[in-house]
């Protein structure tokens, strides 16, 4: 059971920092917004969108079933920082899913999801508990 939790907790923590990531490589290459179907790179990008909407859904309550794991009887001097990472894990999807109810995702609005401070917090709550899980 404990590599269950373990490889769910890592697997959703990988698919953020990898979408992450193809977001930092995106920005990069001035897409703009299309018009008609989709282009192949725009429906890359929702591809990796849809990943971390799936990865940071119960993110927080998966956190904490890996504590309890790792760390039972500590669980509660982990609790006011899931907390934080819960509610940084709520505003960064809600900021994802605003994009992907998008048309079209052009290089701009990628990058301004990369610099938003939900997400900056959000990634910096995760390498945090890995580490302090680790």
Excluded: W
Excluded at 43 to 58: H, I, N, P, R, S
Excluded at 60 to 66: C, Y
Excluded at 72 to 96: E, G, H, P, T
């Amino acid at each position: 059971m404990v590599s269950d939790t373990s490889g769910l907790f890592n697997e959703r923590v990988n698919s953020i920092e990898s979408a992450y990531e193809f977001m930092l490589a995106y920005a990069a290459q001035g897409h703009e917004k299309s018009a008609g179907p989709r282009p192949a790179h725009e429906q890359e990008v929702f591809a990796y969108l849809k990943e971390m909407d799936q990865a940071l859904t119960d993110i927080a309550d998966i956190t904490t079933r890996q504590v309890e794991q790792l760390n039972a009887s500590q669980v509660d001097a982990y609790r006011a920082f899931i907390d934080v990472l819960a509610n940084d894990a709520k505003s960064s999807q809600a900021a994802v899913r605003l994009l992907l109810c998008q048309s079209s995702i052009s290089s701009q609005l990628v990058d301004n999801l990369n610099a938003s401070i939900h997400l900056r917090a959000l990634l910096t709550d995760l390498f945090v508990i890995d580490e302090a899980l680790g």
